[in-house]
């Protein structure tokens, strides 16, 4: 299924909350059909769907709201929407011919573009990335101090946690050191 024109792909739909979107209603066959017949060596346009299938994969898993994840989602398809259109404007000289380029495909400028394209949807999904997991340790402090809380109110001397086990010198007191 590799080379140019492949339209089939392993993952034709993305899940999300338990519920499944077709990638068409993300991002357009032919932008990404137009990246590919721009570029030259690799199919761009497919690399450029592959990041965001992959991305979005990252976001289905992240500690984030079910609203978060599609807004993120959605944000992910436009950046890389931007990315296909940049990555059709960079046409190789070896595909279409040096006459038929404007100044800033010889320049450089449009290859400059795509890859800043590129690495912006890098940069979301690493921002996103940092956002989740800072989530996660919120959520993990906040059930650490219910379990404490509840030991405390039990009048337990100790409580074991995230495979850590936490325990007070006696049980009027309130501080918990770790074993």
Do not use: C, H
Not at 104 to 116: P, R, T, V
């Amino acid at each position: 299924m590799g080379g140019r024109g492949a339209t089939s792909s392993i993952l034709d739909s993305i899940s999300l909350g338990g519920r499944r979107y077709s990638l068409t209603k993300w991002l357009s066959n032919q932008d990404i059909q137009r990246a590919n017949e721009a570029s030259f060596m690799v199919d761009m346009g497919n690399v450029i769907k592959r990041m965001f299938e992959s991305g979005a994969k990252k976001i289905d898993k992240m500690e984030l709201s079910n609203a978060e994840k599609k807004e993120a989602i959605r944000k992910l398809a436009e950046l890389s929407t931007d990315a296909l259109k940049d990555a059709a404007k960079d046409v190789n000289v070896y595909v279409s011919g040096p006459a038929r380029l404007s100044s800033s495909q010889m320049s450089g400028k449009a290859a400059d573009k795509a890859l800043e394209s590129r690495e912006r949807i890098d940069r979301y999904v690493k921002e996103l990335s940092k956002k989740s997991l800072a989530n996660k340790k919120r959520n993990e402090e906040r059930r650490l101090g219910a379990v404490l809380s509840e030991a405390e109110a039990q009048k337990k001397k100790e409580v074991s946690f995230g495979g850590k086990t936490y325990y007070r010198k006696s049980t009027r007191g309130s501080i918990w050191y770790i074993r």
